[in-house]
């Protein structure tokens, strides 16, 4: 099995509905991350959390919340979604003491109409 | 301007040739440099890791850091149509002596190498 995984991997929705994107690790990582990435923009940070406790804003928040429900467990959503949010978004795990090493899930895809 | 930027290709070299990617920098306060490659409809995985300046060797693969020139390199040897991917650069600051983990990602380079 993956040691990081999302779902869905895809979907599309519309203008203004909800939408919550979730990340599961088996690895055992403290640190996690949701990253965006769009073509030609490379991956722009957009929440990242250190423990349950500790969660903070990247680049990009605006938009968006999180929620750390477990160690092994953290969420992004999209409160309304809007066209310019279509993106692929990737979860990413990292040891507390190898911030450098992050290991990615397989990403999902969003289509917002 | 963005903190780090990557040149996004796409670049196409035949197989056997040597890939040269670079990144360049304006936060000083850098001191990890990663390579990440990305095959198509994957996640990113780490490929190459550099604490601080110098050249590290894996195999084909070879990362330069120049901090002097805030520029960072990867070079590919023999190169094989299964290094075909796009290639990201990510840099991130340092936080009692380990790495921070809030990294900065390059737009990433898409490499083709064929037969």
């Known amino acids: 099995d993956a040691d990081v995984t999302q779902t869905p991997r895809n979907r599309i929705t519309k203008t203004g509905k909800r939408i919550m994107l979730e990340c599961s690790q088996t690895k055992g990582h403290d640190r996690m991350y949701w990253y965006r990435q769009d073509p030609g923009l490379g991956l722009q940070l957009i929440y990242y959390s250190f423990d349950v406790k500790d969660i903070n804003k990247g680049e990009i928040s605006d938009g968006y919340s999180v929620s750390r429900q477990a160690q092994a467990k953290f969420s992004l959503s999209l409160e309304s979604a809007i066209p310019n949010q279509t993106a692929l978004y990737f979860c990413?795990?990292?040891?507390?003491?190898?911030?450098?090493?992050?290991?990615f899930g397989p990403g999902t895809r969003l289509t917002v109409l | 301007q963005k903190e780090v930027e990557q040149d996004p290709g796409p670049l196409s070299v035949p197989e056997g040739a040597i890939v040269s990617l670079n990144c360049t920098y304006s936060?000083?306060?850098?001191?990890?440099f990663m390579w990440y490659r990305q095959y198509s409809r994957k996640g990113p995985e780490l490929l190459m890791y550099?604490?601080?300046?110098g050249n590290k060797e894996d195999g084909r693969f070879t990362a330069q850091v120049d901090k002097s020139s805030k520029y960072i390199s990867l070079f590919i040897r023999d190169s094989q149509p299964s290094d075909s991917a796009t290639y990201l650069c990510a840099m991130g600051a340092n936080a009692g002596g380990t790495s921070y983990g809030k990294l900065t990602f390059g737009q990433g380079t898409i490499l083709t190498v064929h037969p």
């Open positions: 936060n000083s306060a850098f001191q990890y």
């Open positions: 990413a795990t990292s040891d507390s003491g190898r911030g450098h090493e992050q290991f």
């Open positions: 550099t604490y601080s300046s």
